[in-house]
């Protein structure tokens, strides 16, 4: 279960101290972050600036051809294309390349070089990539091509032999989270310093810097958020026909940044996943409206068919979960031969936010496997696969997500330490604002709340917590993906929106007193604004999540092997009787609220004992996805309870 973590005691706010509340938590002053003061950074002071800036102008004056080197995500792709449309309107002879992760996989190869030559380049600027390319550099400077590497990755123990490097990790001073594509912006920066100002950069390539420093889920804070915000102000009225096409048929005032994580990104990432990040390249390169429609319509088809992998790689997770009781353990790993390399990083998300554990999947590819993962937050998912790096050929990323590769003969060797050494693995926490009574929900207050826009890593969008309220009734909308959730305060009705959880999967009954994590938004519908609720989290309000969840960790460490059960979680045989009387009846229940049934008597770690008992007795089949049981009787016959293993195994660990 996951832990509601109230970050303001249980503080409710109202339009006039929504923001003061927020900021708190957040360790804020209103001036700084509302006002959005920040020390915009002087490009002429980045590390490798100068270099780069007279071996550029050289390449201008000998009228030399450029290859700019980029990367299939959406940040290398806007990084790539920020840059080719300015050296091409500048009129030097420039192209551009980008990796496939199907052929060569991320980054520089002497094969990719070779080809570059093959063009009669002599210059290559690498964006969003190139730092850790030492011997690829020193490959491409021996056939006679110079590189600049623009990059924004952890510097390596070596640096690569290029002729300049501008990466703001190696900056004395001053913002380092940009993006790749938040780079190329300083450079341009730069270079047009007597010409450009700020806002005509903004104006120009604001389009660009918000949906790759977004789509890249770099920091937003300091000067990130300071160019993104200021990047929305003009994002509509973008010229490049690439990004308008991709805003076609959206309505929306002002901008927060899901427009761009939910709406754009997706789109332009399907394609490196899929097929190609070529297409996504175009799109933005597009020079008139009904060129970009056609790569458009091309991503479109990626990305659907992207959804349609990512669901069936997520089916067959799910299946292996509950046929290997996966879901006790503290992450969830799992290969096959069969899944596309290019979309198990959205299919471990899914998992992750669904089972509330990390999860890292593979994708077995002959001798060698490729894998990505994510994680939840407090638990560092790349550190933790640097402790198993005697099994890996290559790993790297970030705390929540990280990718790896492996010899496949090891894969069951990594995945049995992988596991193992996750014990300390921290609870699930969901941190929360502050309590919002949902007759406060409004246009006003999302205008206050939106203030703290754009989102992003390190400056997350608030979630509020209802409590106590009535469930009225839950309503299956989107062809069964998501719910309608209607809910009762004070004698009025509300409704909200819970996406991802089909109608299935939501196992409270009218009547139930209830407890939401939500999230607050804005709807645009003809024109019109209004306050919409999303959920995140539904609890019995009965319910202390925290407790709960210890005694959820008192019984996984005990199947796990970890620590053996305390004397008083281990059930007597009326303990057994009761829960088996409550729940002989049902199909499906949620733990907690056969906790609350059972009128709290039972200890939740005792309640998980007797299901997974019942299961190994087969007196019910049970199936479990996180709080959610689903059961069906196996046996009337009388069975022994002294016959489960389970239980002696809990009984006799304690005599020892
Ligand atoms: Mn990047």
Not at 96 to 101: A, D, E, I, Q, T
Not at 477 to 485: A, D, L, N, V
Request: proline share 3%; with cysteine.
């Amino acid at each position: 279960m996951k832990v509601w973590r109230y970050l303001n005691k249980q503080q409710k706010c109202s339009i006039d101290n929504v923001l003061d509340i927020i900021l708190k938590s957040k360790g804020l002053s209103y001036d700084d972050f509302i006002d959005c003061k920040c020390n915009i950074s002087d490009p002429s002071d980045f590390y490798g600036m100068s270099s780069l800036v007279s071996r550029l102008n050289l390449a201008i004056e000998r009228f030399e051809k450029i290859c700019i080197f980029g990367d299939y995500d959406c940040d290398g792709v806007t990084a790539t294309v920020m840059l080719y449309s300015y050296l091409s309107k500048k009129n030097i002879d420039v192209m551009y390349m980008l990796p496939s992760r199907f052929e060569g996989g991320y980054g520089l190869t002497n094969d990719v070089i070779d080809k570059i030559k093959s063009y009669g380049v002599s210059l290559i600027i690498t964006v969003d990539n190139g730092i850790s390319a030492y011997n690829e550099i020193s490959y491409s400077n021996s056939v006679g091509i110079d590189v600049i590497v623009t990059d924004h990755h952890k510097i390596p123990e070596k640096l690569p032999p290029a002729v300049s490097i501008v990466n703001p990790h190696l900056n004395d001073s001053g913002f380092k989270d940009f993006a790749g594509v938040g780079v190329v912006f300083k450079i341009i920066q730069e270079l047009e310093k007597d010409n450009l100002s700020l806002d005509d950069l903004i104006k120009e390539y604001g389009d660009l810097l918000s949906i790759g420093t977004i789509g890249d889920m770099v920091p937003m804070v300091g000067e990130n958020r300071y160019l993104v915000k200021r990047s929305f102000e003009y994002f509509s009225q973008t010229k490049r026909p690439g990004v308008q096409v991709l805003l076609e048929g959206s309505s929306f005032g002002d901008m927060d940044g899901s427009e761009i994580s939910f709406g754009i990104a997706p789109k332009l990432n399907a394609c490196g996943r899929i097929g190609s990040a070529e297409t996504a390249t175009k799109l933005l390169l597009s020079s008139s409206i009904s060129e970009a429609r056609s790569f458009l319509k091309i991503a479109l088809e990626m990305n659907e068919s992207r959804k349609s992998l990512c669901n069936s790689i997520f089916e067959e997770v799910e299946k292996e979960i509950y046929e290997k009781k996966l879901y006790n353990n503290r992450i969830i790993c799992a290969w096959s031969e069969n899944w596309n390399h290019g979309v198990i990083g959205i299919a471990a998300s899914v998992i992750c936010n669904k089972f509330g554990k990390p999860c890292f999947l593979f994708s077995v590819q002959g001798e060698e496997s490729r894998g990505s993962g994510r994680s939840i937050p407090g638990f560092d998912i790349c550190d933790h696969l640097s402790k198993c790096q005697e099994f890996l050929t290559k790993f790297g990323g970030h705390p929540m997500a990280a990718g790896a590769n492996i010899k496949s003969e090891n894969l069951e060797k990594f995945n049995e330490k992988f596991l193992k050494i996750a014990n300390d693995m921290p609870l699930y926490y969901i941190d929360i604002d502050c309590v919002i009574d949902p007759e406060n929900i409004s246009v006003e207050i999302l205008n206050e709340i939106n203030k703290l826009s754009p989102f992003g890593s390190e400056n997350l969008e608030p979630i509020f917590a209802i409590l106590n309220v009535t469930l009225v009734r839950v309503v299956s909308i989107g062809s069964g993906k998501h719910i309608r959730i209607v809910f009762k305060k004070n004698g009025k009705i509300f409704e909200s929106t819970m996406f991802g959880v089909p109608f299935s999967d939501f196992l409270f009954s009218p009547g139930d007193i209830i407890d939401l994590a939500v999230r607050l938004k804005k709807n645009f519908f003809l024109g019109r604004e209004s306050a919409v609720i999303h959920v995140v989290d539904v609890k019995l309000s009965e319910i202390d999540s925290l407790k709960f969840a210890l005694d959820e960790r008192i019984f996984e460490n005990f199947i796990l092997g970890i620590d053996p059960l305390p004397d008083d979680c281990i059930p007597s045989r009326d303990d057994c009787i009761q829960v088996f009387n409550c729940i002989r009846n049902l199909s499906s229940f949620r733990i907690e609220k056969l906790y609350s049934l059972m009128k709290n008597k039972i200890r939740p770690a005792k309640i998980f004992l007797i299901l997974e008992i019942f299961d190994e007795l087969k007196i019910f089949s049970v199936t479990r996805n996180c709080e959610n049981y689903r059961i069906s009787v196996k046996s009337k016959e009388k069975v022994n309870l002294n016959e489960s293993l389970i239980l002696k195994k809990a009984m006799l660990k304690n005599e020892i």
